[in-house]
């Protein structure tokens, strides 16, 4: 079954009850047993709801993937992954870390005696060198956020294994639809559903894949036991945003390289960063991995003036001023003191997140006139 046809009807069946083409939002925290242990599949909605239980069959299945699970956000994904080591563990993950995922695993995870390296992962030697018997998982983000740095996901598969640790990949940006880590070698997929699963800037909620039997029955265990899980409204909203997932990358694609060659030709831009540019950083791999570029594109300005970044995100009308990305509607941030504000500012600018440095999710809407609010914005 190809990608269109599995977003559409992957674990998605008629009502049993009524026929409805469209799963139920099952609004129930418990379920009436026949008798002490008898029932249809379903106990306690914490632990399994129908509605989100589709959402979890589908996600999976778009990713290649035999386990799905579905969380309260993305953060309670990443959650329930670090739940799964013991004090004295360590993760290698990469430099530039969406600001988010940096401050769980600093100031909640670290206190508990886990061990986090922050390293260039575009260097795989880099990786080797930090990997020890400790080593319990890989964390990588490709594109990273908010530099589109291109992490070799075979590659880190291959460090990931020879050490005996996990390799978790983080695709939000890229989405099923651009590329399907468990494919490469990953044992766990993360998303944040918020952004382009859900797509429509109306749900917070997260969601991890694997294929592997005794990850999956540890991410169940604490799923349930940790209770960090979305609710069926919620879950009724993804399943509707991904029908549609194909259509809406496809052109989140076509506008996001209009817009990074717009960009990369206007004379008060420094750098920008896209991965589809033969210029950009691992180039390459991302061809390799990926079978598009996506709509997430960064850039600086020239003379590197926070107020200068500060005053055109400020003057745009159709891109919406705004954290998160993913949606239908385009949004423009800045990472150094929205998403990335968490992450100390001489640690950000190693990385690249500088003062004069802008975020793009560009949106579905027509091309032209996203060039013409950034054009009068910067002009």
């Not at 986090?116 to 490709?142: G, R």
Request: net charge negative; aromatic share 8%; with cysteine.
């Amino acid at each position: 079954m190809k990608f269109a046809t599995k977003a559409i009807h992957a674990g998605v069946q008629p009502d049993p009850a009524t026929g409805a083409i469209m799963t139920p939002i099952y609004q129930t925290s418990t379920y009436v047993q026949d008798g002490v242990g008898n029932h249809k599949g379903y106990e306690y909605s914490r632990t399994l709801n129908p509605t989100r239980h589709a959402l979890e069959q589908n996600i999976a299945a778009i990713e290649n993937g035999k386990f799905g699970a579905c969380f309260g956000s993305g953060l309670a994904a990443i959650d329930c992954v670090i739940k799964m080591l013991n004090p004295g563990d360590e993760v290698i993950s990469t430099n530039d870390l969406y600001g988010g995922s940096y401050r769980i695993f600093k100031t909640i995870f670290e206190k508990y005696g886990i061990k986090f390296h922050f390293v260039d992962m575009q260097n795989t030697l880099e990786v080797e060198a930090h990997v020890n018997e400790n080593t319990k998982i890989i964390w990588v983000e490709t594109p990273t956020n908010p530099m589109m740095n291109i992490v070799d996901i075979e590659a880190m598969s291959r460090i990931s294994k020879k050490a005996g640790a996990l390799l978790c990949v983080d695709n939000t940006f890229a989405t099923p639809y651009l590329q399907t880590p468990l494919d490469l070698g990953a044992d766990i997929v993360m998303h944040s559903v918020t952004k382009y699963l859900g797509g429509h800037s109306d749900v917070v909620m997260g969601a991890l894949v694997t294929s592997n039997k005794e990850v999956a029955k540890e991410m169940y265990r604490i799923q349930n036991s940790s209770g960090a899980v979305t609710g069926p409204m919620d879950s009724f909203l993804v399943l509707r945003g991904i029908k549609t997932l194909h259509l809406r990358m496809q052109r989140h694609c076509e506008n996001g390289e209009k817009i990074a060659h717009f960009l990369k030709n206007h004379a008060k831009i420094d750098k920008v960063y896209w991965p589809g540019f033969e210029s950009h950083p691992n180039h390459d791999v991302a061809k390799k991995q990926m079978r598009g570029f996506g709509g997430m594109i960064s850039f600086t300005l020239k003379g590197n003036k926070l107020e200068d970044a500060l005053d055109i995100v400020k003057k745009v009308h159709l891109f919406a001023l705004a954290e998160s990305l993913g949606g239908v509607e385009s949004l423009i941030g800045h990472p150094a003191t929205m998403t990335h504000a968490s992450i100390p500012k001489e640690i950000r600018e190693k990385s690249g997140v500088v003062d004069s440095l802008i975020r793009l999710s560009v949106g579905v809407e027509d091309a032209d006139d996203l060039i013409a609010d950034l054009q009068v914005a910067l002009n």
